[in-house]
Structures are given as C-alpha cells and as structure tokens.
C-alpha cells in the first residue's frame, strides 16, 4: 500500500490507465445508450418511462460506490496517513455527490407516473437523501479549516461514521415496507428482469461506472497537482524568510 504513497507514482499510473478508462466509457456508453433507448422494449405496466432506469440504477449504485470508495480512502489515510489517500477521498466526493443528485432527480422523474407523487418519505429515498447530506458535509467539513489536515481528519472521521447509512440505503427495501420496488437484480436465485433489458443496463453501468473512474482520476490528479504546488510554495516562502 505504501508504494502508492508517492504522488509522483500515482500520478504516472493514472496517467497511463486514464485513456483506456476513457475508451471504456465512450464504448460502454455509446452501445448503452443505442440498447437502452432504441432497442430494449417498453414495459408492459410503465411503458416507456421504464427507460429512465437505465440512469437511476446504475446512479444510484455509483452514488454507493462513491461513498464507499471515500471512506475506505479516509480510513486508509487516518489509521496509515497515507497522502495519497486523503486526496483520493477528496477527489471522489463530489463526483459521488453529483451521481446522488442525478440518483434523486430521475427518481423523482420515474416516482411521478408511477407512485402519483413527485416525492414520498419513503425508507429508501430518505436514506439516499441523507446520503446526500453527508457528501456535502464532507465537502463542507473539508474546507472547513484553514488547516488542511485537519479538514481532512474531521471529513474523513465524517465519511467513516456515515458509512454506516451505506447498507441502510442498500437493505432498506428489505427491512422496510416501503413503495420502492425490492432488488431486481442481485438476488440469489436469478435476475427478476428480462434479458432485453437486464443487457443494456448492465452495459450503461459499465459506461456509468468507467466515467466515474474517468472523473476520479482527472480530479485525483489535480488535488495531487494543487497540493505539490501548495507544498513548493511553503517551502519558497520559508527559503526566503
């Protein structure tokens, strides 16, 4: 682990894995989109809303992802001060966030013909929306101090608790009884969802989950980028005091 500790090593291999992630994106997407809005079927009970799927769910598992992807980096950097780290949760926080709110929108969007309603305080959508609060409290945590490190100590002692609303989001259909529809797809026996439409959001989430990669890795970069120069300038200003 500490090999990656080395800015000027992670910058090289995010140099050299982002065009291929890239290519992963614009294929996975490019196919998705052709698939999902041209040649997957209506559903018989929601017609052609039902396309609105093929964003919601792989949003909503990128919105997951995303904080699970910062709090695992804000552990690491905590328990291991590992640099690298801090700044890989800093990079995946508002890319997760923006991937909550499209998560939130094309529910709403999906909820109003289907549910009457643009918004019901279901266990399953309040959880997400307080998945949301927590990524703009760590972002706000985050600049909070003047101190960078210890910004990044409070938001990464954030992320770390709030994890704990991951499986709650995850499981809440199960727990609950709530109006959102239970798994469709990670079940044990067999995927409750046609093969004519369990292919294109798979391939939308390959497409959806390689330009969060894409988005990481360009914000990674710069947070690297910004704090080498935060660090030549220190060190400017103390040569010339």
């Known amino acids: 682990m500490h090999r990656y500790a080395n800015p000027a090593r992670t910058l090289r291999i995010v140099s050299a894995v982002y065009p291929w992630t890239v290519g992963v994106t614009v ?5 998705g989109l052709v698939l999902a809005l041209m040649l997957s079927p209506a559903d018989y009970q929601q017609g052609e809303t039902v396309r609105i799927m093929y964003v ?6 990128l919105a997951l992802f995303g904080y699970t992807v910062m709090a695992v980096s804000s552990a690491v950097a905590l ?3 590992h640099p690298v780290a801090e700044l890989a949760a800093r990079a995946a926080a508002p890319i997760g966030c923006g991937f909550t709110i499209v998560c939130l929108a094309t529910g709403a969007l999906w909820g109003r013909p289907m549910w009457g309603a643009w918004w019901v305080w279901d266990a399953r959508l309040t959880s997400v929306l307080v998945l949301l609060f927590l ?7 985050a600049d909070a101090f003047e101190d960078p490190e210890r910004g990044g100590k409070a938001a990464g002692l954030l992320a770390i608790v709030g994890w704990v609303n991951v499986p709650i989001v995850k499981f809440s259909v199960d727990w609950w009884n709530t109006l959102h529809q239970p798994a469709s797809i990670s079940r044990l026996d067999a995927p409750a969802i046609h093969a004519s439409m369990l292919w294109p959001l798979l391939t939308m989430t390959i497409g959806l989950f390689a330009l969060f990669a894409c988005l990481w890795m360009l914000r990674l970069r710069a947070e690297l980028i910004e704090r080498r120069n935060r660090v030549l300038e220190v060190a400017v200003a103390e040569g010339a005091a």
């Open 27 to 31: 294929l996975g997407l490019s196919i």
């Open 56 to 61: 919601h769910v792989p949003s909503a598992w």
């Open 79 to 81: 328990v291991w001060r």
């Open 135 to 141: 990524y703009i409290g760590y972002m706000a945590l």
